[in-house]
DNA sequence: GCGAACCACATTTTT
DNA sequence: TGTGGTTCGC
């Protein structure tokens, strides 16, 4: 066990503690059995979270495998393991530092078949998840009008989060009911109980008869594995020693749980006397980190309860505080303070910075979502122009995604390349999603639920009629129907045409399969066999159909996905792809800290937690869209929404904006709407409004109290690009003129030379690490919200069309400008070109140095520094807290 | 079994 | 807005 460590590079207390503050020191140097580190927005969590791994390995003795290290996010976890690389080295990159659904799915394919779970499985997205309870719903003769397969979903989802099995659930509501029988009915119901107890045990039957598990099961069963087998249990107790876990505050009361198995707090074994750290056996150490202002999940089961009585929960707890922001300017943090602190219950935090007041937020009421729009396009476009900002410093921010479409079209029409993150997401795509189907299907025969997806894509004359037979005999035979198609021939009274068909149909899964075990090490020659043969792509490509073309491009960018996975995973099997692509999310499509995309980046408010950008629109600040309709009515849901508005506010850097529209399109029809409550949370004295008044305001009268203002019409336009912001009085003294607003939009932005190149990233999908982007011939323009529309002929899809052609031609014209915007001049990162053999440089902890080596690989350029008595360092220049002289 | 046409629907956030 | 389901005619 010993000599299977590989080595960790031994760091000195002083360089653990080294640029900390006093309580991010004491957080990094905590020697006890449980500690919270209390983190508000800003406060450098992630660096005192690897510190404090750094610190556990060099000064506590604990080795790389006793760490579990639990993320939400796969970019999280990419980005603390790439910051571990360079605290200790290599190593990092095999320990367990991962996201919660990864780190079960590890488990569950070591140990799973402990409970019925085969190696194979298949991980059910919610798609897939859907459909299944929809499936089920017909069979069971349920009104899938009054009880949405999505609305049951969601029940069973929270039943899982709370850990009730749907043996608990059937004991007490229906305990007639008999999974898995054909003809089970839930029979006479009163009580809408009856019916989710009876969904939710035909619904795990299936999963399980399909060895497939649903993404809440991966928890749940994970710790069904932990309690049910005190051998699985102990092995891993007395693996990890140490837990440490990010955004504890989102936690659910399932995560909750397994943090407490796998760390066997309740376990009663006694800790090892005298031992240092956590020692060999009793209680692993738990570390978490988390907001209790930064909590924004409450909707999809988190519990902030765990973070709340953390103190209770765990014996002999700690809790350390981190109030000193190091991202923000003082005018934001009082923004920030000032909303979240009309949130009743919570423990009073103020964060503070030492950064200044820096300039006022900024706001802006539009008429509509398209003014909008536009003056944010216009705004950015000065920001690029005048003040030195990248277009990847800037990020927009909504509520709800339908409301990219509005700023998107503006970036456009204004020549301002962008990134959307989330929306439609990639493997969600139709066409990727058969694709995929295929996959599953091979890799796991049981998969009754994809198999079903595929028998009739590409159309093949397999219709509900053929499928109802194989399903009944399927069903009668309690077996799959997978095998029910093997045993084609012994099904009787099936039409020979049929019959034929069906036969097609298994005889191109049987090669498929074949294929697929000769090649399993190669994904993406099992994927081009997939496309090829099932005819997929054939299809597809014979349309005239101009979407259809972007959905050949789609499938095409798959196999390159599938590609990148195979470069960068040493042992690539169709499993492990699977995997991969089963378990990402939105925010994994981000560019990594410090990489300049030469992009504008649009995502929700969600999304955008634990990102920071020196500039940052917060946008649609209206009653009803922010906070949202439906949330503000319930006073804890108001709450949550107030907890996004304090995420939004606190990922702005220097620059912070507010942007309302008055009417705003909502699904179709316009809508007037009031200025957001949350503005009015935020001190008059923080904001300087560019324009605070609407033409639809002056007719309504003023919208804040008093009605002081009704006079003020804006006025915007003249002289706010003449001189800088921050100091002028607040929509004040420059000559107004009474503008409706109307007049707005014939002006002439676009005009000037900020265009740029367009997405000059590839793949946004896949692994990311390792420089080499393989596959770059999928180009950049996926992403925009373009291509995702179905339909086709109306004349508006003409208009996006051409736009879209405009974004291709941008992306295709990507100009040396851009190009060199990339690795030029990035104010803050630093550049590899400026550094030579023989420079200076300083170094936050070792001080000043002496270059003594350059390596030039883009991202990943290394220095080396002389620091004299401290050393000869080498320093990942992307992260190293370093300055030339 | 298929495709076109129509209609009703709902629209928050997602590991 | 667009999607998904249903219906109808072939």
């Given at each position: 066990?010993?000599?299977?460590?590989?080595?960790?590079?031994?760091?000195?207390?002083?360089?653990?503690?080294?640029g900390?503050?006093?309580?991010?020191?004491e957080?990094?140097?905590?020697?006890?059995?449980?500690?919270?580190?209390?983190?508000?927005?800003?406060?450098?969590?992630?660096?005192?979270?690897?510190?404090?791994?750094?610190?556990?390995?060099?000064?506590?003795?604990?080795?790389?495998?006793?760490?579990?290290?639990?993320?939400?996010?796969?970019?999280?976890?990419?980005?603390m393991?790439?910051?571990?690389?360079?605290?200790?080295?290599?190593?990092?990159?095999?320990?367990?530092?991962?996201?919660?659904?990864?780190?079960?799915?590890?488990?569950?394919?070591?140990?799973?078949?402990?409970?019925g779970?085969?190696?194979?499985?298949?991980?059910?997205?919610?798609?897939?998840?859907?459909?299944?309870v929809?499936?089920?719903?017909t069979?069971?003769?349920?009104?899938?009008?009054?009880?949405?397969?999505?609305?049951?979903?969601?029940?069973?989802?929270?039943?899982?989060?709370?850990?009730?099995?749907?043996?608990?659930?059937?004991?007490?509501?229906?305990?007639?009911?008999?999974?898995?029988?054909?003809?089970?009915?839930?029979?006479?119901?009163?009580?809408?109980?009856?019916?989710?107890?009876?969904?939710?045990?035909?619904?795990?039957?299936?999963?399980?008869?399909?060895?497939?598990?649903?993404?809440?099961?991966?928890?749940?069963?994970?710790?069904?594995?932990?309690?049910?087998?005190?051998?699985?249990?102990?092995?891993?107790?007395?693996?990890?020693?140490?837990?440490?876990?990010?955004?504890?505050?989102?936690?659910n009361?399932?995560?909750?749980?397994?943090?407490?198995?796998?760390?066997?707090?309740?376990?009663?074994?006694?800790?090892?006397?005298?031992?240092?750290?956590?020692?060999?056996?009793?209680?692993?150490?738990?570390?978490?980190?988390?907001?209790?202002?930064?909590?924004?999940?409450?909707?999809?089961?988190?519990?902030?309860?765990?973070i709340?009585?953390?103190?209770?929960?765990?014996?002999?707890?700690?809790?350390?505080?981190?109030e000193?922001?190091?991202?923000?300017?003082?005018?934001?943090?009082?923004?920030?303070n000032?909303?979240?602190?009309?949130?009743?219950?919570?423990?009073?935090?103020?964060?503070?910075?030492?950064?200044?007041?820096?300039?006022?937020?900024?706001?802006?009421?539009?008429?509509?979502?398209?003014?909008?729009?536009?003056?944010?396009?216009?705004?950015?476009?000065?920001?690029?122009?005048?003040?030195?900002?990248?277009?990847?410093?800037?990020?927009?921010?909504?509520?709800?995604?339908a409301q990219?479409?509005?700023?998107?079209e503006?970036?456009?029409?204004?020549?301002?390349?962008?990134?959307?993150?989330?929306?439609?997401?990639?493997?969600?795509?139709?066409?990727?999603?058969?694709?995929?189907?295929?996959?599953?299907?091979?890799?796991n025969p049981?998969?009754?639920?994809?198999?079903?997806?595929?028998?009739?894509?590409?159309?093949?004359?397999?219709?509900?009629r053929?499928?109802a037979?194989?399903?009944?005999?399927?069903?009668?035979?309690?077996?799959?129907?997978?095998?029910?198609?093997?045993?084609?021939?012994?099904?009787?009274?099936?039409?020979?045409?049929t019959?034929?068909?069906?036969?097609?149909?298994?005889?191109?899964?049987?090669g498929?399969?074949?294929?697929?075990?000769?090649?399993?090490?190669?994904?993406?020659?099992?994927?081009?066999?997939?496309?090829?043969?099932?005819?997929?792509?054939?299809?597809?490509?014979?349309?005239?159909?101009?979407?259809?073309?972007?959905?050949?491009?789609?499938?095409?960018?798959?196999?390159?996905?599938?590609?990148?996975?195979?470069?960068?995973?040493?042992?690539?099997?169709l499993?492990?792809?699977?995997?991969?692509?089963?378990?990402?999310?939105?925010?994994d499509?981000?560019?990594?800290?410090?990489?300049d995309?030469?992009?504008?980046?649009?995502?929700?408010?969600?999304?955008?937690?634990?990102?920071?950008?020196?500039v940052?629109?917060?946008?649609?600040?209206?009653?009803?869209?922010?906070?949202?309709?439906?949330?503000?009515?319930?006073?804890?849901?108001?709450?949550?929404?107030?907890?996004?508005?304090?995420?939004?506010?606190?990922?702005?850097?220097?620059?912070?904006?507010?942007?309302?529209?008055?009417?705003?399109?909502?699904w179709?029809?316009?809508?007037?709407?009031?200025?957001?409550?949350?503005?009015?949370?935020?001190?008059?004295?923080?904001?300087?409004?560019?324009?605070?008044e609407?033409?639809?305001?002056?007719?309504?009268?003023?919208?804040r109290?008093?009605?002081?203002?009704?006079?003020?019409?804006?006025?915007?336009?003249?002289?706010?690009?003449?001189?800088?912001?921050?100091?002028?009085?607040?929509?004040?003294?420059?000559?107004?003129?009474?503008?409706?607003?109307?007049?707005?939009g014939?002006?002439?932005?676009?005009?000037?030379s900020?265009?740029?190149?367009?997405?000059?990233?590839?793949?946004?999908?896949?692994?990311?690490?390792?420089?080499?982007?393989?596959?770059?011939?999928?180009?950049?323009?996926?992403?925009?919200?373009?291509g995702?529309?179905?339909g086709?002929?109306?004349?508006?899809?003409?208009t996006?069309r051409?736009?879209?052609?405009?974004?291709d031609?941008?992306s295709?014209?990507?100009?040396?400008?851009?190009?060199?915007?990339?690795s030029?001049?990035?104010?803050?990162?630093?550049?590899?070109?400026?550094?030579?053999?023989?420079?200076?440089?300083?170094?936050?902890?070792?001080?000043?140095?002496?270059?003594?080596?350059?390596?030039?690989?883009?991202?990943?350029?290394?220095?080396?520094?002389?620091?004299?008595?401290?050393?000869?360092?080498?320093?990942?220049?992307?992260?190293?807290?370093?300055?030339?002289?």
């Amino acid at each position: 066990m010993i000599n299977e460590e590989p080595e960790v590079i031994a760091r000195s207390a002083e360089e653990l503690l080294g640029g900390l503050n006093e309580q991010q020191a004491e957080a990094v140097q905590y020697d006890g059995p449980a500690l919270l580190i209390a983190a508000g927005a800003g406060s450098g969590k992630t660096r005192v979270l690897t510190r404090r791994i750094a610190w556990l390995l060099s000064q506590t003795g604990a080795w790389p495998s006793q760490i579990l290290a639990i993320t939400f996010t796969n970019k999280a976890a990419a980005e603390m393991k790439e910051r571990l690389t360079t605290l200790i080295g290599p190593v990092a990159q095999r320990m367990w530092v991962s996201t919660f659904h990864s780190a079960c799915v590890r488990i569950l394919r070591r140990d799973g078949e402990r409970i019925g779970l085969k190696s194979g499985f298949s991980i059910y997205d919610t798609a897939d998840s859907q459909r299944l309870v929809k499936i089920i719903c017909t069979e069971l003769n349920i009104d899938v009008k009054r009880y949405t397969p999505r609305s049951i979903l969601a029940r069973i989802s929270d039943y899982k989060n709370g850990l009730i099995g749907w043996q608990e659930r059937l004991k007490e509501y229906a305990p007639q009911f008999r999974p898995g029988v054909r003809g089970s009915q839930i029979g006479s119901f009163g009580d809408v109980e009856v019916l989710y107890a009876c969904v939710y045990a035909e619904y795990q039957y299936r999963l399980s008869a399909a060895n497939a598990v649903d993404f809440d099961d991966l928890i749940m069963r994970t710790v069904e594995l932990l309690r049910t087998d005190p051998m699985v249990a102990e092995y891993y107790r007395r693996k990890f020693r140490y837990i440490l876990v990010d955004e504890y505050q989102d936690t659910n009361h399932a995560q909750y749980v397994l943090v407490r198995e796998l760390g066997g707090v309740d376990g009663g074994a006694a800790r090892e006397p005298g031992a240092r750290g956590a020692g060999r056996s009793g209680p692993a150490w738990i570390t978490v980190v988390g907001d209790s202002d930064q909590s924004i999940y409450a909707f999809r089961g988190a519990d902030i309860r765990n973070i709340q009585e953390f103190e209770k929960d765990f014996p002999n707890a700690r809790t350390i505080m981190l109030e000193q922001n190091y991202r923000s300017t003082q005018t934001i943090l009082n923004a920030a303070n000032a909303v979240i602190a009309l949130n009743p219950g919570r423990k009073p935090k103020k964060l503070w910075t030492a950064l200044g007041d820096g300039s006022k937020i900024i706001g802006y009421a539009a008429d509509n979502a398209q003014q909008e729009g536009a003056w944010i396009a216009t705004e950015i476009a000065r920001l690029a122009g005048e003040e030195g900002y990248r277009y990847s410093d800037i990020a927009l921010m909504y509520r709800a995604n339908a409301q990219s479409r509005s700023l998107e079209e503006a970036l456009i029409n204004a020549g301002i390349p962008y990134q959307l993150v989330g929306g439609t997401k990639f493997y969600e795509r139709k066409e990727v999603k058969d694709a995929m189907a295929y996959l599953q299907a091979i890799a796991n025969p049981d998969d009754d639920v994809n198999l079903r997806r595929i028998i009739n894509v590409p159309k093949r004359g397999l219709g509900a009629r053929a499928e109802a037979v194989l399903t009944m005999f399927a069903a009668d035979h309690r077996t799959s129907a997978w095998s029910a198609l093997e045993a084609l021939d012994s099904i009787e009274g099936m039409p020979t045409r049929t019959a034929n068909l069906l036969g097609q149909f298994r005889d191109l899964m049987t090669g498929l399969r074949a294929f697929a075990r000769q090649n399993d090490g190669k994904p993406s020659e099992i994927v081009a066999e997939v496309l090829e043969k099932t005819g997929l792509l054939a299809e597809l490509k014979k349309s005239t159909d101009p979407q259809d073309m972007t959905r050949v491009d789609n499938l095409s960018q798959l196999q390159s996905v599938a590609a990148e996975y195979e470069q960068n995973t040493p042992d690539a099997t169709l499993n492990g792809f699977l995997e991969t692509t089963a378990l990402v999310a939105d925010s994994d499509q981000l560019p990594d800290e410090g990489e300049d995309t030469g992009t504008v980046t649009l995502m929700t408010l969600h999304t955008a937690k634990g990102l920071e950008y020196p500039v940052v629109f917060l946008t649609g600040m209206e009653q009803g869209t922010f906070p949202h309709s439906r949330a503000m009515e319930n006073e804890s849901e108001l709450e949550e929404e107030r907890r996004l508005a304090y995420v939004g506010i606190t990922r702005a850097r220097q620059i912070l904006y507010v942007t309302r529209a008055a009417v705003r399109a909502q699904w179709g029809q316009a809508a007037e709407m009031l200025p957001s409550q949350f503005l009015d949370d935020i001190p008059e004295n923080l904001i300087e409004w560019k324009r605070r008044e609407t033409g639809v305001d002056a007719l309504r009268g003023g919208w804040r109290s008093g009605g002081f203002d009704d006079d003020e019409f804006g006025g915007f336009e003249e002289g706010y690009s003449s001189s800088s912001y921050g100091s002028r009085p607040r929509w004040g003294s420059a000559a107004r003129k009474a503008t409706s607003g109307s007049s707005y939009g014939s002006s002439s932005y676009g005009s000037s030379s900020y265009g740029g190149g367009y997405g000059s990233r590839g793949s946004k999908y896949g692994s990311r690490g390792g420089g080499a982007r393989t596959g770059s011939s999928y180009g950049g323009s996926y992403g925009s919200s373009y291509g995702s529309s179905s339909g086709g002929k109306s004349g508006r899809v003409t208009t996006r069309r051409m736009k879209k052609d405009l974004l291709d031609s941008l992306s295709k014209a990507k100009s040396a400008a851009a190009r060199k915007s990339e690795s030029a001049a990035q104010s803050g990162a630093l550049n590899v070109a400026d550094f030579h053999e023989g420079d200076k440089v300083t170094h936050d902890q070792y001080g000043l140095g002496t270059i003594v080596a350059v390596e030039d690989k883009g991202r990943n350029s290394v220095i080396t520094v002389d620091f004299g008595s401290d050393g000869v360092k080498r320093l990942l220049l992307r992260v190293a807290p370093i300055e030339k002289l």
